[in-house]
């Protein structure tokens, strides 16, 4: 079946430290990825998407993703974390032939001080 | 732009009651979608909508669930009669789909419902 997931359920890191939070796809043909985060009581915000091209997309509020075609993967991270960056994390895809998006479970995203 | 603009943000009903979830997509957006968040399920699509024509309902729940899209600029998401297992967040998004590209989703705030 063709999906995300994204294998943390919450990922703890200290300010300052780098983050990475993991996606993977299972998608036939070439995969359009995307990343969102939301806050509590919030809709969600888009960060950034792959759709074609070179493979580190940079997006929203300093992070990025690398797509992995070998790895089947497209995980976010920022160099330096803040706690405010302590939210929800969706990574979602684009079936081939359609148009709406297929979210994974989330992961979130504790910044301790 | 004022974004995509739901209503009611908090819906508290009681079981049986119908339930209608207002949306207007941003200006320009051709594409339309309805999900639903909930803990135990994350976010499920319902239903979404290209130029006002519903594409793929495969996700709404059963028969109680119903959407239109009589305009570009308004969504509503009905459930007559609601039960207690429809309380979850639903947001309302929307999108420029030009050609096979898809652009990214917009979404809402979300209208909580509580089906009691």
């Known amino acids: 079946a063709q999906s995300v997931a994204q294998p943390e359920d919450q990922v703890n890191v200290a300010e300052g430290n780098p983050l990475t939070v993991k996606c993977t796809y299972s998608v036939s043909g070439n995969p359009y990825l995307f990343w969102y985060v939301q806050y509590p009581n919030r809709g969600l915000q888009f960060l950034l998407k792959?759709?074609?091209?070179?493979?580190l997309v940079k997006g929203s509020y300093g992070f990025e993703a690398e797509f992995n075609k070998s790895q089947t993967s497209f995980h976010l991270k920022k160099p330096s974390a803040l706690v405010s960056d302590s939210a929800l994390y969706f990574c979602a895809v684009r079936y081939t032939g359609r148009r709406a998006l297929t979210f994974g479970s989330g992961t979130r995203l504790q910044v301790q001080p | 732009d004022a974004g995509v603009i739901q209503s009611p943000r908090h819906e508290v009903t009681e079981m049986g009651q119908e339930v209608t979830l207002r949306c207007k997509p941003i200006?320009?957006?051709?594409?339309l979608f309805w999900y639903r968040q909930t803990m135990m399920r994350g976010l499920e699509l319902l239903i979404y909508f290209n130029n006002n024509v519903p594409i793929d309902d495969s996700g709404m729940p059963e028969d109680r669930f119903s959407a239109k899209m009589p305009n570009a600029s308004f969504s509503t998401l009905k459930i007559q009669p609601s039960e207690p297992r429809d309380s979850a967040v639903y947001f309302c998004?929307?999108?420029?789909?030009?050609?096979?590209?898809?652009?990214?989703?917009?979404f809402g705030e979300g209208s909580r419902l509580t089906v009691l």
């Open positions: 200006s320009g957006h051709n594409s």
């Open positions: 998004a929307s999108s420029l789909v030009a050609g096979v590209r898809t652009g990214e989703l917009f």
């Open positions: 792959y759709i074609t091209g070179d493979n």
